[in-house]
């Protein structure tokens, strides 16, 4: 091929699983990175948001079962517990089957600030969503009960 010449790559096909299971992976991975910033700002963090959710879901839980869900090591869940705490949002106790284990609890103020994270989250969320056509908008909507099957929920 000469120098002048152009080499064409064919275009991957974007219905072929490997394919879409990127572009699915990238646009979830920027969306929930975009949600996570836009939405916890002055009052609690990214990481705290997330453990007022597993506890408002789950119910009450060790330091140890928090560290192992968010994939941190125990440190790291202790400081983020003692923020939460010292604002109120949860609650620490011992464990009553084993009393050297702390159990942590989300509070009603904690329940308050969740709800109002996940409302500017999904506030954020329907601005952008409301630019969209109304073609784009079903779209996304389909979309959104296949991602929800797929995962199981």
Same mark, same amino acid.
């Given at each position: ?70 994939? @941190?090591? $125990? ?8 923020? #939460? *705490?010292?604002?109120?949002? +949860?609650?620490?106790?011992? /464990? ?16 308050? @600030?969740? $709800? ?8 954020? #969320? *329907?601005?952008?969503?409301? +630019?969209?056509?109304?073609? /784009? ?17």
């Amino acid at each position: 091929m000469s120098p002048t010449q152009t080499q064409t790559q064919p275009t991957a096909d974007p219905t072929a699983p490997d394919t879409l299971a990127i572009d699915l992976r990238t646009a979830v991975m920027r969306t929930s990175r975009r949600l996570r910033v836009e939405a916890t700002g002055e009052v609690i963090t990214p990481g705290q948001y997330t453990v007022l959710a597993l506890l408002n879901g789950s119910g009450a839980s060790t330091l140890r079962d928090l560290a192992k869900s968010e994939h @941190v090591q $125990a440190p790291s869940m202790t400081r983020i517990v003692n923020a #939460l *705490a010292d604002q109120g949002f +949860v609650t620490r106790s011992a /464990d009553p089957d084993d009393g050297r284990q702390v159990r942590v609890d989300i509070t009603d103020a904690g329940r308050t @600030v969740l $709800a109002e994270a996940r409302s500017q989250r999904t506030a954020w #969320l *329907a601005q952008r969503v409301a +630019v969209l056509s109304e073609e /784009d908008r079903l779209t996304l909507s389909r979309a959104a009960r296949i991602m929800q099957e797929m995962s199981g929920e």
